[in-house]
């Protein structure tokens, strides 16, 4: 099944790569398009997020994150280092943003995966940034995501099916939807909609 794309235009492919934002509810599959489109295009660069969070197994600072401190994000906040920052579950997750401004300037396209607050701080910073907004194919889609696992108890469950309704209504808010029909389909748009040669 095709993906279905809402209010895009086409990017001629000599426009100059810009940033490209992907957000959307807790579920959606964000990661998994993320992750296909690169493994099909390393030429696309994903940029690496700074955190307070402590390394998981097998997780290399720089790679996965930029692991700092409490004092050193603190630090980058003040100097005005960041493009966007937020908090989960005690941890503060940002993107740094002299890495994103010199792979711009380098002509690289330049690809950010974060959620709804982050999107709206770079929309401030970054006026000319590309905005997609990834939906799931229906409430009932996203739901049965949210559910599937069945590890989480009912209260979290319940948290985050109201924080995914918040965010399905921010929709309007940015510049075009692509329904996540098919993670293949999708990550072919997202990389027409980056401007990114596909090599062919």
Do not use: C
């Amino acid at each position: 099944m095709a993906a279905t794309t809402r209010g895009a235009t086409p990017v001629p492919p000599d426009v100059r790569p810009r940033l490209t934002v992907l957000s959307g509810p807790s579920g959606v599959g964000k990661s998994t398009v993320v992750a296909h489109m690169r493994a099909e295009h390393p030429e696309v660069w994903l940029s690496v997020s700074a955190t307070t969070r402590k390394p998981r197994p097998g997780e290399r600072h720089g790679v996965q994150y930029f692991f700092v401190t409490d004092e050193e994000f603190d630090k980058l906040i003040a100097n005005g280092e960041l493009l966007e920052w937020a908090e989960f579950a005690g941890n503060r997750y940002g993107t740094p943003r002299r890495a994103v401004l010199e792979r711009l300037e380098a002509g690289e396209s330049v690809l950010l995966e974060i959620d709804l607050q982050g999107a709206r701080q770079v929309r401030e910073s970054m006026p000319d940034a590309l905005l997609v907004f990834l939906a799931p194919p229906s409430w009932e889609e996203l739901v049965r995501r949210l559910t599937g696992r069945g590890t989480e108890p009912p209260e979290v469950i319940e948290r985050r099916l109201e924080a995914a309704k918040v965010e399905l209504a921010a929709e309007s808010e940015f510049d075009t939807t692509l329904v996540n029909t098919s993670v293949e389909d999708v990550a072919r748009e997202l990389l027409a909609l980056m401007a990114v040669s596909s090599g062919d």
